[in-house]
């Protein structure tokens, strides 16, 4: 609430203490600002690119390798699975110098390919646990009754299990999505040019050493929230439906 107050304030009330949700005087001056005298929809631009790529491949990289370790046995099954949970173990920051050295061996540095790249290697630990877990309540036989209508392993799989795990893929995607539209330390790290900004680094960049733009930076966090607003609404029944199926059998 203060953020939308703050928002809507005149240019020379920002740093009023009045706890008025609307503001005396109050005006969209910042939002008008922020959408046409800030490269803010360059940085949108930038993030929904990010944000789409890392979802697209985080569910498709993590949705086949939860299937391999929900329904294959093989050599170095369990450390392998216990080494993507130790990961979860090591906080961002730890990880950003190996991380930056590896992107620039690779040429990745200041492009956000590389930025992609980094935001789908630390989603993947969580989402493939996630929907490991989610293809061990799927029956077996479902795939075996497919296979011995004459589908392969590989039919099986994309016609049968997807559409019943698509609660969990839907947590997934909406798990990645979020992990490259709100991320700013890798971001800060991997990214030095201003027309590659995604939004928390251009958000960061209206935060002045002598001044900042209070009413401008509360209009952006604004415009920021609204397409993971919308997400949530729009996948909210698979939501709900990831937390109760398979909780119950019958």
């Known amino acids: 609430l203060v953020v939308v107050s703050v928002s809507l304030r005149p240019s020379d009330s920002l740093y009023s203490t009045s706890l008025n949700l609307i503001p005396d005087g109050a005006t969209l001056a910042a939002y008008r600002t922020i959408l046409t005298e ?14 789409v790529a890392v979802t697209v491949f985080g ?11 929900s329904r294959f ?6 450390p392998m699975m ?16 190996p991380l930056y050295v ?30 490991k877990g989610y293809y061990d309540t799927i029956p077996r036989d479902l795939e075996e009754a497919a296979m011995v209508d004459g589908m392969t392993q590989f039919g099986a799989f994309v016609r049968i299990v997807l559409p019943l795990a698509r609660p969990a893929l839907m947590i997934t995607a909406l798990f990645s999505f979020m992990s490259g539209w709100s991320e700013f330390i890798v971001a800060r790290v991997v990214l030095s040019s201003r027309e590659l900004a995604t ?8 935060a002045g050493t002598f001044q ?7 209009a952006g ?16 029944r698979f939501l709900v439906a990831g937390l109760t199926l398979g909780g119950v059998k019958g």
């Open 38 to 51: 800030r490269p803010f929809l360059l940085w949108m631009r930038n993030s929904v690119l990010v944000s």
């Open 212 to 218: 900042t733009e209070w009413a401008n930076y509360s």
């Open 102 to 131: 590896l992107l620039r061996k690779l040429g990745l540095i200041d492009s956000l390919l590389g930025l992609i790249v980094a935001y789908t290697a630390t989603v993947l630990p969580f989402t493939v646990w996630t929907l």
């Open 82 to 97: 216990v080494a993507l949970l130790v990961t979860q173990m090591f906080p961002a920051t730890m990880l950003l110098l």
């Open 199 to 206: 939004l928390p680094l251009g958000l960061e960049g209206l």
């Open 59 to 69: 569910v498709a990289l993590a949705s086949t390798a939860g299937y391999a370790f």
């Open 73 to 78: 046995r093989f050599p170095g099954r369990r």
């Open 221 to 236: 966090s604004l415009l920021v929230c609204l397409p993971v607003l919308a997400l949530f609404l729009a996948l909210n």
